[in-house]
C-alpha cells in the first residue's frame, strides 16, 4: 500500500517536472517565431487598457 503511494507520488512529480521542463524548453522557441513572424508583418496600433477600465467608480462624499 506504502509503496503504491510512494511510485503514484513519484510518478505525479516525474509528470510535473518534465511538463515544467518542455515549457521552459518549447516556449523560448514559440515566442521567437512569433516575434520573427510579427516583425514581417506592419505593427497594428491597439489601444490597451486595464481589465477594471469598465468598471465604474463612484466617489460618494
Given at each position: 500500500?506504502?509503496?503504491?503511494?510512494?511510485?503514484?507520488?513519484?510518478?505525479?512529480?516525474?509528470?510535473?517536472?518534465?511538463?515544467?521542463?518542455?515549457?521552459?524548453i518549447?516556449?523560448?522557441?514559440?515566442?521567437?517565431?512569433?516575434?520573427?513572424?510579427?516583425?514581417?508583418?506592419?505593427?497594428?496600433?491597439?489601444?490597451?487598457?486595464?481589465?477594471?477600465?469598465?468598471?465604474?467608480?463612484?466617489?460618494?462624499?
Amino acid at each position: 500500500m506504502l509503496t503504491t503511494v510512494v511510485l503514484v507520488l513519484a510518478g505525479i512529480t516525474a509528470w510535473c517536472v518534465a511538463s515544467l521542463a518542455l515549457a521552459l524548453i518549447v516556449g523560448p522557441m514559440v515566442r521567437r517565431a512569433d516575434r520573427t513572424r510579427a516583425a514581417d508583418r506592419a505593427p497594428i496600433a491597439v489601444e490597451r487598457r486595464p481589465l477594471t477600465g469598465a468598471i465604474p467608480i463612484v466617489a460618494a462624499h
